[in-house]
């Protein structure tokens, strides 16, 4: 077999062993490390074999043709159930009632070491100090709630 048609059959079972890894098989598995040796070992070989040149074209067709399923592969009904195409509208967010918590006053229910849990409200509530130490039953405050974070500092007498 001559170089040149070994570099076309290395190239060509590189990409479609990643094709199978890709849409038969998901993950990063056997096949999928198989072909991209695959891929390398032509373009290797294109490059010591058949020259620069070869080596610069095999390389250039193994990009093109993966960037072809990249842009492919999401397109195809497999791929449009392995990828989200849209950003999802809905969902859950930062807790409404939280932002209610800001400069409410509690009790430390555990220790803070910075985290834990206190009670406000007759409501726990998982939160973090600036990273002080606060002993359990302390009165504390909180300072602030930013998203599902809510931080607390104790309450000066």
């Known amino acids: ?10 190239l060509v079972a590189g990409l479609v062993l990643l094709a199978i890894e890709v849409l038969v098989i998901p993950g990063v598995g056997l096949v999928g490390l198989l072909g991209g040796a ?13 020259g620069i040149g070869y080596g610069l074209l095999a390389l250039g067709a193994g990009v093109c043709v993966t960037g ?4 492919a592969v999401p397109r195809t009904p497999v791929g449009r159930k392995m990828v989200l195409l849209e950003t999802q509208r809905s969902g859950r967010g930062p807790d409404a009632r939280l932002a209610a918590l800001a400069g409410k006053e509690g009790r430390a229910l555990t220790p803070l070491r910075p985290a834990g849990t206190v009670e406000i409200e007759d409501r726990a509530v998982d939160v973090v100090t600036d990273g002080l130490y606060v002993e359990a039953g302390t009165p504390v405050r ?3 709630v930013e998203g599902n974070r809510v931080v607390v500092e104790p309450r000066k007498p």
Do not use: D, I, K, Q
Request: aromatic fraction near 10%; glycine fraction near 4%; avoid cysteine.
């Open 142 to 144: 909180v300072a602030s």
């Open 38 to 50: 695959a891929v390398l070992g032509a373009v290797a070989l294109a490059w010591v074999a058949l």
């Open 1 to 10: 077999m001559t170089p040149a048609l070994l570099v076309v059959a290395l």
């Open 68 to 71: 072809l399923l990249f842009w």
